[in-house]
Each structure stands twice: as structure tokens, then as C-alpha cells.
């Protein structure tokens, strides 16, 4: 029964204890929409598309 009560914190522990910070996924999806606006930028300046996108919205019609 100790060696049960034991694993059990353990597991208890491991479960409170993140393996990934949050904020490295904020960070994450945050780059892949700063990405994403350069790459729209980049197309605007080559001529792919129209000056004055405001919004993905736009960017869709």
C-alpha cells in the first residue's frame, strides 16, 4: 500500500510541475503571426497584391 501511495505522489507531483511554459506557446503563435503579416507585407511591396490590406477579411476577397 506505501509503494501505491507513493507513485500516486509522484504522479501527483509530475502532473503540477509543466513540462512547457505557457508563455512559450504565446510566444510561439505569436512569431507565426508576426510571419504571417511580413510574408503579406513582402507581397504587398512585390505587387501580389493590393496596397491597403486591413485585415485577413480583405485579404480573402
Not at 22 to 31: D, I
Amino acid at each position: 500500500m506505501d509503494a501505491l501511495a507513493t507513485q500516486r505522489a509522484t504522479q501527483i507531483r509530475h502532473q503540477r510541475t509543466p513540462t512547457t511554459p505557457v508563455v512559450s506557446h504565446v510566444e510561439q503563435v505569436r512569431r507565426y503571426g508576426d510571419s504571417i503579416l511580413a510574408a503579406i507585407d513582402d507581397d504587398m511591396r512585390a505587387g501580389f497584391l493590393p496596397a491597403g490590406i486591413g485585415s485577413f477579411v480583405d485579404l480573402h476577397r
